[in-house]
């Protein structure tokens, strides 16, 4: 029996949310903005020639048939849909356009430092210091569990820590500091 990654079924079932629910709720837009290295596929109702997998590129773009390059990173899947399907209304009387997520890659973060499995993860959108101490095998005897840090990419380009304390939050105590992390975020385990 072949079973289903969690990532594809997360990602199928946020996709039919938005078809569900039609406008995202605003946790929903903003726990899911694309980035490079996405994979959506694009699809325009009754037009088979106008379906097409496509890639977030570096630059933040995807090239789609008869209207050129579109900005997708920065952006949730429905506004990516809305411009499309706006550009397209150039060249087809009211296009009914489909865009979901086949693949994520922009979502990365890293555990570094003494975990049982370091490094490199490539996350949903919306996990937090403990689930990703989980994915990374746990802590090891010798981990300084009150010195945890989290490295972030300001705004500004320069980076911060943050402070984790686990042994705090293991006891239900100061839980503020298990933050959501962000695509980027280093979490490093003395």
Do not use: H
């Not at 079924?9 to 899911?32: D, E, I, Y």
């Amino acid at each position: 029996m072949r079973t289903i990654p969690a990532t594809f079924l997360f990602l199928t079932l946020f996709a039919a949310s938005l078809l569900v629910a039609g406008n995202p709720t605003a946790a929903q837009a903003k726990a899911f903005l694309l980035g490079p290295g996405d994979v959506l596929e694009i699809s325009v109702w009754k037009d088979q020639d106008l379906t097409r997998q496509v890639i977030v590129q570096p630059d933040g773009f995807v090239s789609f048939p008869l209207i050129g390059q579109v900005m997708a990173a920065g952006r949730t899947i429905p506004q990516v849909q809305a411009e499309i399907s706006k550009r397209l209304q150039e060249f087809i009387a009211s296009p009914t356009v489909t865009v979901l997520p086949l693949k994520i890659e922009s979502y990365k973060i890293y555990v570094v430092g003494k975990v049982n499995k370091p490094g490199m993860f490539v996350v949903l959108p919306t996990v937090n210091v403990m689930q990703a101490l989980s994915m990374a095998g746990g802590t090891t005897p010798f981990a300084k569990l009150g010195s945890i840090s989290i490295l972030r990419n300001g705004p500004d380009g320069r980076q911060e820590r943050l402070k984790f304390d686990y042994k705090a939050v293991a006891k239900g105590k100061n839980l503020k500091q298990n933050i959501e992390l962000m695509s980027g975020d280093v979490v490093v385990v003395p």
